[in-house]
Each structure stands twice: as C-alpha cells, then as structure tokens.
C-alpha cells in the first residue's frame, strides 16, 4: 500500500529565507508525486508534479521539489520565502490511475 | 481554476439527522472523489468515483453513502450525522486520460454535527 510522510508538523521561517519541506514516501513502484498548498479557508491548490524525467521539477509560485528515488523522497524547496507563502503543505503519491495519498501536512508560519 | 462548486459551503446540523453534501463540476471529468480533512489526519478519502454509478470505498467510508447518476454531480450522504462526522470535507476531480491524472480540489464544505 501507499503512503506518505510529512515528518515536520509545523515550520516556522523567517521572511527571505529558504524552505525545505520534508516528503517521505512508501510504494513499490515508480510513483505519481504531487505536492499541494492549502491557504487557510481555501481548498488545495496543486503546485507541481512529478512522474518521470528530470528529477527537479518546477511548480508555480516559485516552488520546486526534487525526486531522489534512492531516499523514496520528494522535498519541495524555496530560495526565498515570503509571507504569502504562509499556508498548509501537503505532498502526496499516486499510482496515475488511484485515488491520491496524503500525507498528514506541514504548516509553515513565515516571521518578519 | 477548475470549475468545482459545493454546497451548502457551511452546515450546521444534530446529530441523527441526515445531511447530503453535493459537489458539481463543469470539466467534464470521469473520476471524483470525497476526501474529508481533520486537524492531525491530513485528507482522508471517503468514497470515490470512476464514472456515472461507478462508486468505490476509501478507507473512512463507514456512516457515508455516495451517488452518482450525471456526470457532473457527486453526492455523499450522511445517513445519520453523528459529532465524529464534524469535518471539512472536500470534493477533488481529476481526468484520467490525462498524463498525471491529478486531482483538484473544490472549496470544501464546514460541516458541524451538534
């Protein structure tokens, strides 16, 4: 079966610096990798995906997350976070055919 | 954005009463799914679709039902609302003929049993 890690709860980071968000996954093959943003209130908003090919992937907002199939990881990473970066994370596998599994979400805070 | 509505966006309602979620979409997309969010759980998938009368459980599908009988409308049902159903849940569709079939998501309903 499937699943996903989000070891990290809560991150707090200060405005302009980087992130690193933290995903984990478990499945015997190669996976369909997504990560999603969820700004308080709102639904999830997709911000990029992964199958195959390069294994640095750009999404929008300035987002990017790099495949290591040797970590079964999908970290998402940003060169400078701004404040409307503040929101619920959430990486998540699929099979390109199944439902989608999350994990349980990292919630970033930015500080000034 | 994809055109996913729900309704109502908030309910509140007592325990033993029977509540419908409805989810509609515009993008003509085959699957649908009922995923419902907790503080700690993440999403949780409920029921999901692959087609008009094509329904399926997901793993916390227990005092939900499901239908769909148009393309366009999924519904889940909650028979008899119970507090433990207190949740934001969210209606997600994807295509399947596409190359990653990702999902997106609705606004999501706030729902409390009292």
């Known amino acids: 079966a499937q699943s996903v890690t989000q070891p990290d709860i809560h991150i707090t980071v200060s405005e302009g610096a980087s992130l690193e968000l933290r995903c984990n996954y478990s499945y015997g093959a190669t996976p369909y990798l997504f990560w999603y943003v969820q700004s308080p209130g709102q639904g999830l908003q997709l911000l990029l995906k992964y199958f195959s090919g390069d294994t640095l992937v750009q999404g929008i907002k300035g987002f990017e997350a790099e495949f290591k199939r040797s970590q079964s990881s999908f970290n998402l990473r940003k060169p400078s976070v701004h404040w409307s970066d503040a929101a619920e994370y959430f990486c998540a596998v699929g099979t390109g055919n199944t439902p989608l599994v999350f994990g349980k979400g990292t919630r970033l805070s930015v500080i000034a | 954005d994809a055109g996913i509505t729900q309704s109502p966006r908030h309910k509140v309602t007592e325990t033993g009463t029977p509540v419908t979620l409805r989810c509609h979409q515009t993008e003509n997309h085959r699957y649908m799914y009922w995923y419902r969010q907790d503080p700690g759980h993440g999403l949780r998938l409920i029921h999901y679709s692959y087609g008009v009368k094509d329904t399926d459980k997901g793993e916390v599908s227990d005092g939900y039902s499901v239908s769909r009988s148009k393309t366009e409308d999924f519904l889940l049902t909650l028979e008899s609302a119970t507090s433990s159903q207190t949740s934001v849940y969210f209606c997600?569709?994807?295509?399947?003929?596409?190359?990653?079939?990702?999902?997106?998501f609705g606004p999501g309903t706030r729902l409390t049993v009292l």
């Open positions: 997600a569709i994807s295509d399947p003929t596409s190359s990653y079939n990702e999902q997106f």
